[in-house]
């Protein structure tokens, strides 16, 4: 079984904390980073080249959308799942245009964003 390699960018504590729970449960997952900025987000996928990225769209500094944009332009490989509360097709449609293989609500079950994570690896 390969790993898939994660970097999650979300800037509320509480949420990026019960994405690591989350996540932690899945053998073939390990999360190499965290982001709680877009900037930072960006950095760090040009360093640790993560296989996923989940990506939260309101976040400081540089928004999810803008930061998926230069992700997947310096970095095609790494794939990008937005993580948002905001439910407008508007912003799914930007975030696909911007390159992101998924658009998920924060409303899902705990199961999704797992099953998610290997449907775009």
Do not use: C, W
């Not at 900037?39 to 996923?52: F, R, S, W």
């Not at 998926?68 to 930007?94: C, E, F, G, M």
Request: charged share 20%; aromatic share 4%; net charge negative.
């Amino acid at each position: 079984m390969s790993v898939i390699t994660v970097l999650l960018a979300e800037d509320h504590q509480i949420v990026l904390e019960g994405l690591k729970v989350l996540l932690s449960y899945e053998e073939e997952i390990e999360i190499v980073g965290e982001a709680t900025d877009g900037h930072t987000a960006v950095e760090l996928v040009g360093k640790l080249k993560p296989d996923v990225v989940v990506m939260d769209i309101a976040m400081p500094q540089l928004n999810g959308l803008e930061a998926t944009r230069q992700i997947r332009h310096q970095n095609p490989k790494t794939k990008v799942i937005i993580l948002s509360a905001h439910n407008d097709d508007a912003y799914v449609k930007q975030a696909l245009d911007f390159g992101a293989s998924g658009y998920l609500l924060k409303q899902i079950s705990g199961s999704a964003l797992p099953e998610a994570i290997r449907q775009v690896h």
